[in-house]
C-alpha cells in the first residue's frame, strides 16, 4: 500500500500499518512532500517499510530534482542503491545480471540539497506562519475551509489550501483561480484524484467521493518560503475581493 503525506501532513500511518499488518501487506509511504512533518513524535513515513521523499524544485528542500528513500532495513536500501545505479556487476566492464535504473542523484545536486537541510526547520515554520495567515485573513468568509491538524501529527504545510464551498456563499473555486491568475497569481487546484484521470478510466476503483470533492473546493495558494507578508496580503486582498460584500 502507498499511502500518501498529502500537501505534507502525514497521514494516519500506525492505523495504516495496524491494518496492513493483518493483511500482510508492505507499506511504502509517499512523504515527497512531507519533509520536517511529524506523526506521534516521529518523521514524516516512519514505521513503513519504506519513505520516499521527493527533492523536486517545488519542494520545501530542493535540488531541483530527484529525491531520497527511507528504511531501516539495510538491504532493501542496499536493493535501492543498486536498481538505482544501473545494477552493475563488479567488474571492470559493464556487466549485468540483471536491468537497473539510471535514478542516482547526481553529486552537485546532492550538494544543493544537503546544505539545504540544516533549515530546514526555519522552513517548516516559514510555511506554517504562511498558513496561519492566510487561516486569519481568510478564515471569516463564508464557505472558506482550512485543512485542519490532526493531533497526532504536525504538518510541515508545504502548500496551503483553502477550500471554497459554493452552497455555503463562497464563489467557485475556479471563480477565484481565475481573478488570481487575471492579477498574475498563479494559484492550483488540488491534485486531481487517480480515479477521475482518463488514464485510469478502465481500473477498478472503491470509494473516492472525499477526493472528489476536495477537487472540486480545494485551492492551492501561493506557499513559497520566501512569499513576503505584503505578497501574502495581495493574495489575501485579491481573495476577499471575489466575495463582494462579505470580503469587506
Ligand atoms: C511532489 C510529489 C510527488 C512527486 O515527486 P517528484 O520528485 O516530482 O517525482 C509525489 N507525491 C507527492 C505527494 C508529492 O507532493
Known sequence: MVPVDLFGQSCDLDAILALCERWGVPVL???AAAL?????GRHAGCGARLAAFSFNGNKIVTAGG????ASDD????ARARRLASQAKEPSPHYQHEET?????????????GLAQLPSLPQRVEARRALFARYQEGLG?????????????GRANRWLSVALFHPRAGAPDREAVREALSALGIESRPVWKPLHLQPAFRDAPQAGGAAAARLFEAGLCLPSGSGLTPAQQDRVIAAIRACFGEAGR
Open 29 to 31: 509511504c509517499d512523504s
Open 74 to 77: 539495510p538491504a532493501l536500501i
Open 140 to 152: 471569516d468568509l463564508p464557505g472558506v475551509g482550512f485543512m485542519p491538524e490532526p493531533a497526532w
Open 36 to 40: 520536517g512533518a511529524t506523526q506521534r
Open 100 to 112: 537497473g535504473f539510471a535514478y542516482a542523484l547526481s553529486s552537485v545536486l546532492a550538494a544543493v
Open 66 to 69: 530527484g529525491g531520497a528513500l
